[in-house]
Nanobody
């Protein structure tokens, strides 16, 4: 059974750091585009970052998180990470892990319809 299970969310003050994890199981995850999305109350789900698990320097980031967030995938642990530093109150959201077989699709990596596998989410709250 294919599963994505996120963890690592929490409440931190502005400027703080969190590391999200997403454990992938039920498939061979090399050759996947894996991504983090987030959704704040009343807002659309938006792409945060994506990485192709069989590539090098294959990361994509939303402009709002460039320079603050780092996405990575550990093939040996089959785990997707999102290192978040310099957190801001506007980063507050439910964060979701997503996956789809194949390359991350150029300008469409941040479109939710590109992904068929989703986790249940982990909450991140940043206080001012």
């Amino acid at each position: 059974q294919v599963q994505l299970v996120e963890s690592g969310g929490g409440s931190v003050p502005a400027g703080g750091t969190l590391r999200l994890s997403c454990v992938a199981s039920g498939d061979t995850w090399r050759g996947y585009c894996m991504a983090w999305f987030r959704q704040a109350p009343g807002k659309e789900r938006e792409g945060v970052a994506a990485v192709y698990t069989a590539g090098v320097n294959s990361e994509n980031y939303a402009d709002s998180v460039k320079g603050r967030f780092t996405i990575s995938f550990d093939n040996s642990k089959e785990t997707l990470f999102l290192e978040m530093t310099g957190l801001k109150p506007e980063d507050t959201a439910m964060y979701y892990c997503a996956a789809n077989r194949g390359y991350c699709q150029g300008d469409h990596w941040d479109q939710r319809l590109e992904y068929i596998r989703w986790g249940q989410g982990t909450q991140v709250t940043v206080s001012s």
